[in-house]
């Protein structure tokens, strides 16, 4: 009996909270011209907004996956002071209002900034270009591979690491070939989660692209600019894109979660 | 990349060396990364504060105190419904299952943007099922229950599925009830868990401006949260104002997120020791 | 499993595979930055503008294209929320040319050194076009809304952006207080009018447009906002009704270009064009009132953009100009605003 209350106000709370907003955002799109949210998704600052995010992606994940395993081995297997500290540092960014972010990359790369006044004068734009987009998406999505990684290395162990290393292993291939397969589906499952993240960053980015059409936009700051000029179905379009990306990185997640609890 | 190119050449000659050495190329790596990408935005961002006036200003404090407040209220139902759902996907079983189970991620995987957007057109003025909430507090957070939920959920999951059944059913057999078994087997096992999700869902809560500013009204001293506020601060020209209500909120943040962390440290080497 | 036996292979053929997945991200890095600085070609105006003439701009930069002078240029366009444009400016974004919705935002531009400090001395005092305070009601105007004071009678609801981060809220809150200096009240009675309306203030978006979308959605009775934002949200298929008061405010939107520009020429002929007939004409289609004459007479125009007896300037005594605004109303600390926010939502209805 008390089995079906539980199954009922978990599913129902799910329901709720997740799963009817977003079945009205289809609906609401599909209610619209399809004609006119085609367009909306298909004209050329669209889509070159869309490869802005995927650029941005695509330099923000391979790099945080990489210090997200470094940086989860450092926290799990080091052993120094301030672990406790560092841990609780990588999740900063999450923590982070990303307008602030926005604003603190201003502080240093702004014309009058730390770094931005030697950046002008060698001519290299940092800020309202592809560089700060990059930095924006880099810093919100800092936590995601190593918050994965860190418990499942904990978990693991390090025996296995230590027999390869009594049988001469070298630390490069204890890591390939002991430790990285074992921690390979959270590694997998965390890079998922950075690009759903990078995919979908918005304050961050709004604050230091510019926002210059065609150039600079990025997919979620074309959202906002057709929603604020009242183009509700172009806005709609391409939040219904960005949702079935997100959807597919969804079913990337759950196809990766069975194997993850069976290894 | 030359850093990779370090850490292959740094690495070989150490076939043999063990210990403190092993740990000394990664945090290294990990320290660098971190300054760069996240140390330095954040030190500038502190070296830009000033007007520490601000934060004691009667504005800020109501907009600070409703933020605090109604993280933790979403994070804390969070913990008690996230935990349940945990529960549920790992010892129930029924049609569907897979399928709520591949949902909990949704609000990682959308947009803040979109995210707002579908909250104000589900909880706004032409809400389809009639819940009118949008522009009050209510609203602002029903979309922290929307953006923190996968937090606990996720991370009491996987203790749950490590966990031995047999403990359980030996209490059972030994006339525990069904709440005590609960209560000195699960809980504290699970405990950990939710600690830390209850801590990442509120830091999360605490710095959410994307699904909270549509749906809030921003009215100052009822429904305008932190985030809004540093927003209208850095609009209106007073960046360093604006920057100052950043690092408290940081401060508050990267306290909880240290705190819980030393308390789940002390957790599980209790849980080892016994 | 079929991962681990694929790096293990590398492992196994080429020693150790970290230098590829760094070449892999070098690549990458180098890419994006290439695409980053291979960005200008021919001559590209960078034309930073505040949010709402997104769709009067565009239309007028097609057609100067097709004239002799604009033919060949290319424009990038970057549209945001005035005050954080102007910002972006500051901070090194490229610009040739702003337009912006307050003069005051202008004024920034000028106190860094970016703007010559004779802008307003250009044809039209530097402005492009004109708009008028207006109250968006709901369909039929169901409150009868007709006059400031309708705004504050019981029960009435109403929408505006928030003053500290919304250039268009801050023309609302002068409108607000103008209007009632010139019916007669004294400047205490004329701020109590506007702590009274912000007890109606039902909700303060970020920006005049987010302030629109919350109006469409269904909140409130009326919407303090531009005549050109009513009119475009009815041209975008809105179902929506204005009411011009007759005290009300002219807002004036300055366009400028800014003195480090590259194509100052092609800036600068541009400007003329947007204040010329043809561009004129556009901007009266898409809701602004035209600063050129000879368009403002045409018969269309008149009857679109009615007169009213009291239409004020920023630079009406009662206010004194923008910096004087800004400093009395608009100082995040200790600035009218700030208190009249504190004294209706302050501490006790807390």
């Known amino acids: 009996m008390s089995k079906y209350v539980l199954r009922g106000v978990a599913v129902f709370y799910l329901l709720a909270i997740l799963l009817a907003p977003l079945g009205l955002v289809f609906?609401?799109?599909?209610?619209y011209d399809s004609h006119e949210a085609w367009q909306a998704l298909t004209n050329h600052d669209t889509l070159h907004a869309f490869q802005i995010t995927l650029i941005a992606a695509g330099i923000a994940v391979p790099l945080?996956?990489?210090?997200?395993?470094?940086?989860?081995?450092?926290?799990?297997?080091?052993?120094?002071?301030?672990?406790?500290?560092?841990?609780?540092?990588?999740?900063?960014?999450?923590a982070l209002s990303p307008v602030v972010v926005g604003a603190a990359l201003f502080v240093l790369y702004g014309r009058t900034g730390w770094f931005g006044a030697w950046f002008l004068r060698h001519g290299i734009q940092i800020l309202f270009a592809l560089p700060a987009i990059v930095l924006a998406t880099v810093f919100v999505s800092v936590p995601f591979v190593a918050r994965e990684v860190v418990p499942t290395l904990r978990e693991l162990g390090?025996?296995?690491?230590?027999?390869?290393?009594?049988l001469g292993a070298s630390a490069w291939q204890t890591f390939w070939r002991i430790t990285l397969p074992s921690i390979r589906w959270a590694v997998i499952y965390g890079v998922v989660l950075t690009t759903a993240r990078c995919l979908g960053e918005y304050g961050a980015v709004a604050v230091v692209s510019g926002n210059i059409e065609g150039k600079t936009q990025t997919a979620t700051l074309a959202v906002q600019d057709f929603y604020e000029n009242l183009d509700h179905a172009g806005s709609y379009a391409i939040s219904l894109a960005l949702a079935a990306i997100a959807i597919v990185v969804l079913v990337l997640m759950t196809a990766i979660r069975p194997r993850e609890s069976a290894a | 990349m030359s850093e990779g190119r370090r850490l292959a050449s740094v690495a070989a000659p150490r076939l043999v060396s063990r210990g403190s050495a092993k740990s000394a190329l990664p945090l290294g790596l990990t320290a660098t990364f971190l300054s760069v990408v996240v140390g330095l935005p954040l030190a500038a961002l502190i070296a830009s504060a000033g007007h520490w006036n601000v934060v004691t200003s009667p504005e800020c404090v109501a907009a600070l105190k409703l933020t605090l407040a109604v993280a933790a209220l979403a994070a804390l139902a969070n913990a008690v419904l996230g935990t349940l759902t945990a529960w549920v996907l790992v010892r129930d079983d029924f049609r569907g299952k897979s399928a709520l189970?591949?949902?909990?991620?949704?609000?990682?995987?959308?947009?803040?943007?979109?995210?707002?957007?579908?909250?104000?057109?589900?909880?706004?003025?032409?809400?389809?099922?009639?819940?009118?909430?949008a522009y009050t507090r209510t609203a602002i957070w029903f979309a922290l229950l929307f953006v923190t939920l996968p937090f606990v959920v996720r991370t009491v999951q996987p203790v749950l599925i490590e966990l031995d059944v047999e403990m359980e059913d030996a209490a059972r057999s030994l006339g525990a009830s069904r709440f005590t078994v609960f209560r000195r087997i699960v809980l504290p096992n699970i405990l950990p868990g939710i600690f830390s999700g209850f801590t990442l869902a509120f830091a999360r809560a605490v710095g959410e401006i994307g699904a909270i500013v549509l749906i809030s009204g921003n009215l100052p001293y009822r429904t305008e949260v932190a985030s809004v506020f540093i927003f209208n601060h850095l609009q209106s020209g007073d960046p360093s104002g604006a920057a100052a209500v950043a690092v408290c909120l940081l401060a508050i943040s990267f306290t909880v997120l240290l705190v819980v962390g030393g308390v789940r440290r002390r957790a599980t080497r209790h849980e080892r020791d016994v | 499993?079929?991962?681990?036996?694929?790096l293990m292979d590398n492992v196994d053929q080429k020693g150790s595979p970290m230098p590829r997945t760094a070449r892999t991200l070098l690549c990458l890095l180098v890419a994006g930055l290439v695409c980053a600085a291979a960005a200008s070609a021919a001559t590209t105006l960078n034309l930073v503008a505040y949010s709402t003439p997104k769709p009067v701009l565009q239309k007028i930069i097609a057609a100067w294209q097709q004239t002799g002078q604009g033919e060949g240029v290319d424009f990038s366009q970057s549209y945001g929320p005035s005050t954080n444009q102007a910002k972006a400016v500051i901070a090194g974004q490229p610009a040739d040319l702003v337009f912006l919705s307050t003069g005051d935002d202008v004024n920034q531009l000028v106190d860094a050194g970016l703007v010559d400090s004779k802008w307003d001395e250009q044809g039209y005092s530097g402005i492009a076009a004109d708009t008028v305070v207006v109250f968006a009601v709901r369909d039929g105007n169901p409150k009868h809304i007709k006059s400031w004071a309708d705004l504050i009678k019981p029960g009435v609801q109403v929408v505006t952006p928030n003053p500290f981060s919304s250039g268009s809220a801050k023309w609302n809150v002068l409108a607000a207080y103008l209007a009632q200096r010139h019916l007669g009240k004294t400047d205490a009675q004329a701020t109590a009018y506007v702590q009274k309306l912000f007890q109606h203030v039902v909700s303060q978006d970020t920006s005049g447009s987010n302030a629109t979308n919350t109006f469409l959605s269904g909140k409130g009775d009326v919407l303090i906002t531009y005549e050109s934002?009513?009119?475009?949200?009815?041209?975008?298929?809105?179902?929506?009704?204005y009411v011009i008061p007759r005290q009300t405010m002219l807002i004036q939107l300055p366009i400028a270009v800014m003195k480090a520009?590259?194509?100052?020429?092609?800036?600068?002929?541009?400007?003329?064009?947007?204040?010329?007939?043809?561009?004129?004409?556009l901007f009266a289609q898409y809701g602004f009132r035209p600063v050129n004459k000879t368009v403002a007479k045409e018969p269309s125009v008149v009857k679109e953009f009615p007169a009213r007896p009291g239409i004020y300037t920023i630079d009406d005594k009662t206010i004194g100009g923008w910096r004087a605004a800004d400093k009395r109303w608009f100082n995040p600390s200790g600035g009218l605003m700030e208190k009249i926010e504190q004294g209706v939502g302050g501490p006790t209805s807390g």
């Not at chain 2, 003025?125 to 819940?131: E, H, K, L, T, Y």
Request: proline share 6%; with cysteine; hydrophobic share 45%.
């Open chain 3, 229 to 241: 934002e009513a009119i475009n949200a009815r041209l975008q298929g809105e179902n929506i009704q």
């Open chain 3, 261 to 281: 520009s590259a194509n100052k020429n092609a800036a600068n002929q541009f400007i003329q064009y947007v204040k010329s007939v043809p561009a004129q004409q």
């Open chain 3, 1 to 6: 499993m079929i991962l681990s036996t694929k």
């Open chain 1, 64 to 94: 945080n996956t990489v210090f997200g395993i470094v940086c989860a081995l450092a926290i799990v297997r080091g052993r120094f002071p301030g672990r406790g500290l560092l841990n609780a540092f990588v999740d900063l960014p999450l």
């Open chain 1, 158 to 166: 390090d025996d296995q690491e230590q027999a390869a290393h009594t």
């Open chain 2, 101 to 133: 189970n591949a949902v909990i991620d949704l609000p990682f995987a959308l947009p803040t943007v979109v995210a707002g957007l579908l909250l104000l057109s589900f909880y706004g003025p032409q809400s389809p099922v009639g819940i009118h909430v």
């Open chain 1, 27 to 31: 609906y609401r799109t599909l209610a």
